[in-house]
């Protein structure tokens, strides 16, 4: 089945904390990730991706952490701003390792709320 | 440059009755997508064109069919509505059909079936 899930359904943080949003993965063979925001009432926008020949990777404010011994990953956001309320998916090509794979699958999402 | 665009916008059906989701891009991308979001939940994937001309099942195709009508255009078809199918449809490109997949969603249909 498919591989990518997410810990938890909600995040609340304080504005100008970092925020983390983790992804757990089960397929060994899982080698690309990405990260998607979406925006209420929007459709969802490509934030950042990995390799799994990497362990980190950042952005503009955002950082994703990959640790392939425990199948898991994280979105990193610094100094978290009112415009990062979204609900963040990670996503992965699927069948997964496969170099023509077409098509995402993506996993459940966590909405990231943030307080004043 | 558009991006991805979807048409309509909001739709309520009838059980029973029938309709056509529009999606256009104009990225000149291989891939198109048909995704379902239901409330709370993430996209599951309806059907998926790697090259024009070619059409796939995803995770979810029962009840809808589509039509790759040329490399900017996807459709997508219910042709006897029900109210499981009740979701907001996104349709989205990508330049490749390789681990480079990103993929660029439209604003999204957001359909009632009563």
Redo the contacts between chains.
């Keep these: 089945g ?1 591989s990518v899930g997410l810990h938890l ?1 909600t995040l609340s943080v304080q504005e100008g904390d970092n925020s983390i949003i983790n992804c757990a993965y089960s397929n060994s063979a899982s ?2 990730f ?1 990260w998607y925001k979406q925006e209420s ?6 934030i950042i ?1 990995i ?1 799994s020949n990497m362990d980190k990777r950042q952005g503009q404010r955002v950082t994703v952490l990959l640790n392939k011994t425990v199948k898991h990953l994280s979105l990193q956001i610094a100094a978290t701003q009112p415009g990062d309320s979204a609900v963040y ?1 990670c996503a992965e ?1 699927w069948p997964p390792g496969y ?11 966590t909405r990231l709320s943030i307080r004043p | 440059n558009a991006g ?1 665009t979807q048409t309509p916008k909001f739709q309520v059906l009838k059980t029973g009755q029938s309709m056509t989701l529009q999606c256009a891009q104009d990225m000149n991308h291989n ?1 198109m ?1 048909w995704y379902r979001q239901d409330p ?6 309806i059907y ?1 064109s ?1 090259s024009e001309g070619t059409t ?1 099942k ?2 979810v195709p029962n009840g809808y069919n589509v039509s790759r009508l040329n490399k900017r255009e996807f459709s997508l078809r219910l042709e006897s509505a029900a109210p499981s199918q009740t979701s907001v449809y ?1 349709c ?1 490109s990508g330049a490749t ?12 249909t957001r359909l009632t079936v009563l």
């Design positions: 498919e359904p080698d690309y990405i009432g929007k459709g969802p926008q490509f991706d390799r998916f090509p170099s023509s794979a077409s098509k995402i699958i993506f996993g459940s999402g | 991805v891939s997508y709370g939940m993430g996209l599951r994937l998926y790697a796939d995803g995770e996104f989205a059909s390789g681990k480079n997949n990103e993929q660029f969603f439209g604003p999204g």
